[in-house]
């Protein structure tokens, strides 16, 4: 069954410090994967994905199949980064438009 | 993109009484879900509503529980029947439109 694990529930860095938001899935199908971001008093909203290979706000996210892991990552963290981030991957294989499995979420904090 | 009214924004309610939740969005859409998030935990999966169509429902979840309607492309509701203080959560509507999923922004449920 498809799944999403977002190890980590907290993650704390300072201002300009690096950032890694770790992601591990189990996917039968060739995944796509998302990431979606939540800051405080808004609407959930998708970041990136990794078929797009974009960089958002400076985060980027590479696909690595061999470790089933699509970890995403920052070189230089901002306070306004703050704000809960999920992992996320179709809950049907190969099937576009489909709804999401999302991890449990990791929420960052970045302070000055 | 899709713009998505999501109404009440939050509601407290009383033990044994239902609540219906609207979906509204600016385009029309094949897709629309609903989601479940539970204090401290992820977004969880309750159905998928295709325009038409009975909902479909996820393991763990029943239609007597949360009837759905999606009486045309543009709109859904979503009923917690019966509630009790365990349905107490945050309540998303979200939508597929160019493989990409957007929310909803919630509604809070206070069940006493």
């Known amino acids: 069954a498809q799944r999403v694990t977002q190890p980590e529930k907290l993650l704390s860095v300072f201002k300009g410090a690096p950032v890694e938001l770790k992601c591990n899935y189990s996917?039968?199908?060739?995944?796509?994967l998302f990431w979606y971001v939540q800051y405080s008093r808004q609407r959930l909203q998708l970041l990136l994905r990794h078929i797009s290979r974009e960089s958002i706000k400076g985060f980027t996210a590479d696909l690595n199949k061999g470790e089933t892991s699509f970890h995403l990552k920052k070189p230089f963290a901002q306070e306004e980064d703050s704000a809960m981030y999920y992992c996320a991957l179709p809950a049907k294989i190969d099937q576009a438009g489909t709804a999401l499995i999302f991890g449990k979420g990791t929420t960052l904090s970045v302070s000055s | 993109s899709a713009v998505i009214s999501q109404k009440p924004s939050r509601d407290i309610c009383q033990r044994g009484t239902s609540l219906t939740i609207q979906c509204q969005v600016d385009?029309?859409?094949?897709?629309m879900f609903w989601y479940r998030q539970q204090p401290g935990q992820s977004l969880t999966l309750i159905a998928t509503a295709n325009q038409g169509s009975e909902a479909t429902y996820e393991s763990g979840f029943v239609i007597d529980k949360f009837p759905i309607s999606r009486p045309n492309l543009t709109f859904s509701t979503l009923t917690v029947s019966n509630m009790s203080p365990e349905d107490s959560s945050i309540y998303l509507c979200?939508?597929?439109?160019?493989?990409?999923?957007?929310f909803g922004s919630g509604t809070q449920l206070s069940v006493l």
């Open positions: 979200s939508v597929a439109t160019n493989e990409k999923l957007f």
């Open positions: 385009s029309q859409v094949t897709m």
């Open positions: 996917y039968s199908g060739s995944p796509e």
